[in-house]
T-cell receptor, first 115, second 115 residues
């Protein structure tokens, strides 16, 4: 069974640009959660999608948005990039919304660098 | 809100040394507690968990005990190996159930084991 796939793995963007990251969950999983990992703030919850609906959202500005498609693949978008958005963006998939962490599987992440 | 505090490191030890990584938390109710490990270039992997007071989670020689009286969940291993070199994250899930509000993570502890 293939694991969680995130594309691209590395990305370099310029301040003011926008970026879209993709996450393909494990086959059969319908929930995707996104996290931002930075050296200063650590790992922070961005949002969770289940059945194409956003269930929960963390404390991030509106520049951060996401969506989920009918095949459960999810994208997150960051508009008007700032230097502070440089981070490793992790997604995690689970079969159900609000699944216990031992039922949640993380992808390898997308490393975004904003210059 | 909920928070997790852990020693940030880097923590450098010699092979076969005893390891302790401290983790304390602040949360209302009765959260579940977790330790994750992140190897270089990889996503997070759940290492162990404990869901109620006095529970001991263990895996791969690592263990941690949920201490409600001291709000702590310290990670220990009796004899570390070079292959244990990684970043370790302490995390909690609120008592509202599973990942409903996303996990709250500590900032991570970089562990370096020297041969």
């Amino acid at each position: 069974k293939a694991g969680v796939t995130q594309t691209p793995r590395y990305l370099i963007k310029t301040r003011g640009q926008q970026v879209t990251l993709s996450c393909s969950p494990i086959s059969g999983h319908r929930s995707v959660s996104w996290y931002q990992q930075t050296p200063g703030q650590g790992l922070q919850f961005l949002f969770e999608y289940f059945s194409e609906t956003q269930r929960n959202k963390g404390n991030f500005p509106g520049r951060f948005s996401g969506r989920q498609f009918s095949n459960s693949r999810s994208e997150m978008n960051v508009s008007t990039l700032e230097l502070g958005d440089s981070a490793l963006y992790l997604c995690a998939s689970s079969a159900w919304a609000g699944a216990n962490p031992d039922e949640q599987y993380f992808g390898p992440g997308t490393r975004l660098t904003v210059t | 809100g909920d928070s997790v505090t852990q020693m940030e490191g880097p923590v450098t030890l010699s092979e076969e040394a005893f390891l302790t990584i401290n983790c304390t938390y602040t949360a209302t109710g009765y959260p579940s507690l977790f330790w994750y490990v992140q190897y270089p270039g990889e996503g997070l992997q759940l290492l162990l968990k404990a869901t109620k007071a006095d529970d001991k989670g263990s895996n791969k020689g690592f263990e941690a005990t949920y201490r409600k009286e001291t709000t702590s969940f310290h990670l220990e291993k009796g004899s570390v190996q070079v292959s244990d070199s990684a970043v370790y994250f302490c995390a909690l899930s609120p008592d509202s159930g599973g990942g409903a509000d996303g996990l709250t993570f500590g900032k991570g502890t970089h562990l370096i084991i020297q041969p």
